[in-house]
């Protein structure tokens, strides 16, 4: 019998990687799981070390070493690079990307403009 899903989809992946961009080394599964606590409930190890499977898979990760014991992880790109990647894939993805670009500025707060102003000048 399954269990009841207690994390939206993709959510443990993302705190997962909150957790690899806030590290200063590479980690090992136990301390990506030890850094979990306080995010909701607390993984199983081997549901951590099947997550770092698969988003190592995705490019998201990389895993550094061969013995069981001593695989580390790190984030293969940081937090912005992820998000700017991610948005560029996004944009690829629709038909119209005027529209959508227009649709994405017409949201943005005024200092994410000025950010975005400065941005293009300075380029």
């Known amino acids: 019998m399954a269990g009841i899903r207690s994390r939206r989809r993709g959510e443990l992946e993302q705190q997962v990687m909150k957790v690899l961009w806030a590290a200063e080394e590479p980690l090992g599964a136990t301390q990506v799981r030890d850094a979990l ?3 909701g409930p607390v993984p ?8 770092l499977d698969r988003l190592t898979e995705k490019g998201m990760v990389v895993r550094h070493g061969d013995a069981p014991r001593r695989v580390r992880f790190t984030a293969a790109r940081s937090e912005e690079e992820q998000a700017s990647l991610h948005m560029r894939h996004t944009l690829d993805e629709v038909d119209d990307r005027r529209a959508a670009l227009l649709r994405f500025a017409g949201e943005l707060t005024d200092d994410d403009l000025d950010v975005l102003r400065r941005a293009l000048r300075d380029d």
Do not use: D
């Open 37 to 39: 606590q306080g995010r």
């Open 44 to 51: 199983a190890y081997t549901t951590v070390i099947t997550v």
